[in-house]
Nanobody, 119 residues
């Protein structure tokens, strides 16, 4: 069982940066692939980025590649999403999630944190 709690969202202007954090409970944090997803009003939830168990494997959606960076600190049971050059279209609720493998279903989800980017 993994419980996830996101933080770090807020209201920023276009071009600004934010770093989201997701703290996880459970001693098996390092066994999970971690992902970030987002959902804007009226849209379906979409994939943003994911990172493998040891942090070497990282994969991004085309919409954030080159601007966002995912990382993890297994000693702190935390995954991060550094978001640079933010755009109004990045406005959404951001969720972190955990899966038992790179291609496995995400079984555990956080409650989400709101990111709003004004133009």
């Amino acid at each position: 069982q993994v419980q996830l709690v996101e933080s770090g969202g807020g209201l920023v202007q276009a071009g600004d940066s934010l770093r989201l954090s997701c703290a996880a409970s459970g001693r098996t944090f390092r066994d999970y692939t971690l992902g970030w997803f987002r959902q804007a009003p009226g849209n379906e939830r979409e994939f943003v980025a994911r990172i493998g168990r040891l942090g070497a494997f990282k994969y991004y959606s085309d919409s954030v590649k080159g601007r966002f960076t995912i990382s993890r600190d297994n000693a702190k049971n935390t995954v991060y999403l550094q978001m640079n050059s933010l755009k109004p279209e990045d406005t959404a609720v951001y969720y972190c999630a955990a899966a038992p493998g790179l291609d496995a279903r995400y079984d555990y989800w956080g409650q989400g944190t709101q990111v709003t980017v004004s133009s």
